[in-house]
């Protein structure tokens, strides 16, 4: 994601952006697309990127809604810089974040910062198909007020939204499987040979992002592909249909999957680190 590119340009636009309610200049734009509704928010200096994500909107929203409908509109804010993001999303020290979702909203970095030139189409289809399969997750689990609390795990919602976008920065399978083999799986915090902790993604994703996301982001990846490949895409529907019931993410995998969520975890561990891809 030429993290140290963006942070350079970002850095550089921090301190002449507007932040939202600055004055004129913000403009709202309604785009309907695919069956679901989207409020484009944007500043003036970001028209050309608005038209950029209109246009790639028909695919995002075809392909981010393979998994469930869009129950409600979503609005789209184009932020003029990365420290406009992150104020606006009230995460700061991720220079590499381009995007945030929720229920109902994608807060989106500018792409025409993302790079010197500015990002390509392609990128930024990727991007918001990876956001907009969050909305459309959470939409599926449960209502705009209850979503937070289904316990949905990061591997599960990031595995999704990398899998169906198309994965950005994350481990590969053997970069993975070197990680974990210098765990005590599912232990947390090991100490290893030479001093050195290492942190589960699986369990404890939070404490990696900032530092180590390309492995958050490779576990979920690989975690949710083997789920995919292993108990088919009819039974992770499954799993969304029950927690729309009202069940938690724990139970309703266990209803769909036929085992539980740590079951599932241990047999992804042991795929790893056996090479059972090969």
Do not use: N
Request: overall charge neutral; hydrophobic content about 40%; aromatic content about 12%.
């Amino acid at each position: 994601m030429r993290a140290v590119a963006i942070g350079a340009v970002a850095a550089s636009l921090a301190g002449c952006a507007p932040r939202l309610g600055d004055g004129d200049g913000v403009r709202l734009e309604t785009v309907s697309t695919g069956g679901a509704t989207f409020r484009i928010q944007y500043w003036a200096v970001d028209g050309a990127a608005a038209g950029q994500v209109k246009a790639v909107l028909p695919r995002v929203a075809a392909r981010a809604t393979r998994w469930s409908r869009l129950h409600s509109p979503i609005t789209v804010t184009i932020h003029p810089s990365h420290d406009a993001l992150e104020r606006a999303i009230h995460r700061e020290g991720y220079g590499w974040l381009r995007a945030w979702a929720r229920y109902a909203t994608i807060d989106v970095q500018s792409p025409r910062t993302w790079a010197f030139l500015g990002a390509g189409d392609a990128e930024v289809e990727q991007l918001l198909t990876h956001e907009l399969t969050h909305c459309a997750l959470y939409q599926a689990a449960a209502d705009e007020w209850t979503w937070p609390y289904r316990g949905i795990p990061p591997w599960f919602r990031e595995g999704m939204a990398s899998v169906t976008a198309g994965p950005r920065r994350r481990a590969d399978r053997d970069e993975l499987r070197d990680y974990y083999l210098r765990l005590v799986p599912g232990a947390g915090d090991v100490q290893v040979p030479g001093g050195e902790a290492r942190i589960d993604p699986m369990i404890e994703p939070e404490r990696l992002y900032q530092e180590e996301s390309e492995v958050v982001y490779g576990a979920a990846h690989w975690a949710f592909r083997f789920l995919l490949d292993r108990y088919g895409e009819e039974r992770i529907r499954r799993i969304l249909d029950r927690m729309g019931q009202g069940r938690s993410f724990a139970a309703a995998f266990k209803e769909a999957i036929g085992i539980g969520a740590d079951e599932f975890e241990r047999e992804f561990r042991h795929y790893l680190v056996w090479h059972g891809w090969r």
